[in-house]
């Protein structure tokens, strides 16, 4: 298959195009700046354009990217920061995707799309939640619809907590936890829908090979847990104990939205629609991600 790739710079996206080229598939990334490698063709999100010609003939488009979401506190521009990095880039390549009549298209949502969902197990078929991610990963998706009218494949991968040795959460988390300050957040019954970053992109890569799958796709592992069990079992991993609680008020007060959505806030999301597609996770739990994510 011909595949382009949207993000290819970041930690998925990253780890997705090596996947794909070693399964034989042709790749090539798009990039914000003049294109300095053959593979490289250069796109502007904000003013609308893709370099000629770059779908012609691609099997699949991937949608990757978007400004971190828990990397500084939510001020009013970067709230603005966090929608427009996702809806604008999503909207100008489904867009492309439709003129140039692609058959699929695999865009980038999160889990956050349900809201604070409690102790409540849920699927793809939950309906959106509320608060500030909620209405983001509603337009994010909603951003796809020019492909969806064309009537190419589209697939919304809403994705979970990534654990890898090599970034996102657990490159924040682990350092705290080997000094003794790791501990739980809160009352700690809130749901962690954690995945591995194995298996975050095979997913992604299952969903560009597979016909079959389309539309919204939790990207999460099969046992998702609350607060206190990953703390527990994050302790464990490194080894070192974890006996702080980290008060609720304090975090809502120093993080304000953020933390609310973020840390005290939770959705006990399961992948039905992978499983049931017949996709096979290489970590069913969190010990076995932690045990890859982790090492020494």
């Avoid at 290819?8 to 598939?25: M, P, W």
């Avoid at 978007?66 to 909207?91: N, Y």
């Avoid at 040795?165 to 809130?190: A, C, E, H, N, Y």
């Avoid at 120093?254 to 006990?268: A, F, I, K, N, T």
Wanted: charged share 20%; hydrophobic share 45%.
């Amino acid at each position: 298959m011909r595949v382009v790739v949207a993000g290819s710079s970041g930690l998925i996206g990253t780890a997705l195009v090596a996947q794909l080229r070693e399964a034989g598939h042709e790749v090539l990334r798009l990039v914000r700046r003049a294109p300095a490698a053959p593979d490289e063709r250069g796109w502007d999100p904000p003013s609308g354009t893709i370099d000629e010609g770059t779908l012609a003939g691609v099997d699949a488009v991937v949608n990757l990217g978007g400004v971190g979401i828990a990397d500084r506190p939510w001020s009013g521009a970067r709230k603005q920061a966090i929608r427009d990095s996702r809806v604008v880039p999503t909207d100008v390549l489904a867009s492309a995707v439709a003129r140039a009549e692609v058959p699929a298209l695999v865009s980038g949502s999160a889990v956050g799309y349900y809201g604070d969902t409690g102790d409540e197990e849920i699927d793809e078929s939950a309906p959106s939640g509320r608060g500030f991610l909620a209405d983001v990963c509603r337009d994010w998706e909603a951003a796809t619809a020019p492909a969806v009218d064309a009537g190419a494949r589209v697939v919304t991968l809403r994705t979970g907590l990534v654990l890898s040795p090599s970034g996102g959460l657990l490159q924040i988390m682990k350092p705290v936890w080997k000094t003794f300050l790791g501990g739980r957040i809160g009352d700690g019954t809130q749901y962690m829908p954690w995945v591995s970053l194995d298996d975050e992109v095979g997913a992604i890569r299952f969903a560009v090979e597979n016909d079959a799958v389309r539309g919204p796709v939790n990207v999460t592992g099969p046992t998702p847990v609350t607060n206190a069990t990953f703390t527990a079992q994050l302790a464990e991993a490194v080894g070192r104990p974890a006996p702080l609680v980290i008060p609720a008020f304090v975090v809502s007060t120093v993080l304000g939205d953020m933390g609310r959505e973020m840390l005290l806030s939770g959705q006990r999301a399961v992948p039905t629609a992978l499983l049931d597609a017949g996709f096979q996770f290489r970590h069913h739990s969190l010990p076995d991600a932690l045990a890859a994510a982790v090492g020494s």
